[in-house]
């Protein structure tokens, strides 16, 4: 059996939620060790900034809240950290944002990368050990944290325990969800998870996915039941995908949970009424052929175009009758999800009915669950990583409180 190396607080997970975690008890001067099963931290933060680092949005926290499932469950963390809160704690790393079109916030520099040596160097020097390619096991009988290095597996005894595991997807960059299983064997209530701001299947033609794959859809508008976006999509030779599929992910997973499909329509020419479009079609010759119309009275050409003669039928398509409301509403059955691995998120997880209110698990004095972890969704555009920010700030504080108040003898796990 090996020895047992006792520490004040251990987190186990170097991304966002579990460094924002860490950096709480440090400023508090109690010593910190981070576990992280990766080579090196921050992994999918790092691929995340890829294309830009989108750190969080502008818009105004009551709409900012409404973008969160459950909502109750968000606001709270919110509340403690919010979107103005995350610009001026980057602000203090050094970091300097700016305002995009779209309402997002990134860093001057656009890149991850930058942000995330800054405050390492910050942790580092706060007194946080961060201890990489060592993996949590799960516990042993005694309850310690079974935890492998590279050269041994080590028993570890905190006090307290921050999880920031992420979700079940992206296996490849650390959060792989083989976790929850773990939990679940110790009594703690789980969802299973479910891919969000993913992108759908569609059996497209194979002429179709030669051509069409990876064309995009601009400045259209799709809807799904109640739920309706303007944005861009991209044709894909597996179905749908983009950032406006990614924005009703969670409506179309559910109505495909529910009754097998979702059906959802797209509006190719949002900006033109149903009138409008009628004459302009009006203005077609006889020696026009229709796609010419559409491509100069209507600028409906690329991916719109060949997306409309996908869904519809030859007739339909030469029934300038029937055509603009079709434009306007252009229906497409979707059956499946893209597979969870390649989705941005996850739902699922476990439950907040199991954690009090500083995302302690109520079963488990002294251990936290945060991030991705927890069974709560929200849309791509720094919604996902402001929220796991604040949920490691609210479980890092609420893990102070906890080892102050188990030293005064006054705990109070519920």
Known sequence: MSSITSLKAVVIGAGPAGLMAAEQLAKQQIPVTVYDAMPSVGRKFLRAGIGGLNLTHSEGKPAFINRYQPREAVAPWLDVFDSEDLVQWAKELGVETFVGSSGRVFPTQKKAAPLLRAWLKRLKESGVTIETRHRWLGWNDQGDLRIQSPMEELTVRSQVVIFALGGGSWARLGSDGHWLSVFEKHGVDCQPFRPSNCGFNYPWSDTFKQEQGGQPLKGVVLTCGE????????????????????????????????????????????????????????????????????????????????????????????????????????????????????????????????????????????????????????????????????????????????????????????
């Open 227 to 414: 739920h309706t976006k303007k944005g861009d999509a991209t044709l894909s030779h597996y179905g749908v995908e983009g950032s406006l599929i990614y924005g009703l992910s969670a409506p179309i997973r559910d109505a495909i949970e529910l009754a097998g499909e979702a059906l959802v329509h797209w509006d190719l020419l949002p900006d033109l009424s149903l009138d409008e479009i009628r004459a302009k079609l009006k203005k077609r010759r006889a020696k026009d052929s229709l796609s010419n119309v559409l491509r100069k009275q209507l600028s409906l050409s690329g991916g719109k175009l060949a997306l409309l003669k996908a869904l519809i039928t030859k007739e339909q398509m030469q029934d300038l009758e029937t055509l603009p409301a079709l434009l306007k509403h252009l229906p497409q059955r979707l059956q499946s999800c893209r597979p969870i691995d390649e989705a941005i998120s996850t739902a699922g997880g476990i439950t907040m009915d199991s954690l009090n209110d500083e995302l302690m698990i109520k079963a488990m004095p002294g251990t936290f669950c945060i991030g991705e972890m927890l069974d709560w969704d929200a849309p791509t555009g720094g919604y996902l990583l402001t929220a796991c920010y604040a949920s490691g700030l609210v479980a890092g504080k609420g893990a102070v409180d906890y080892l102050k108040n188990a030293s005064s003898g006054t705990e109070n796990i519920l």
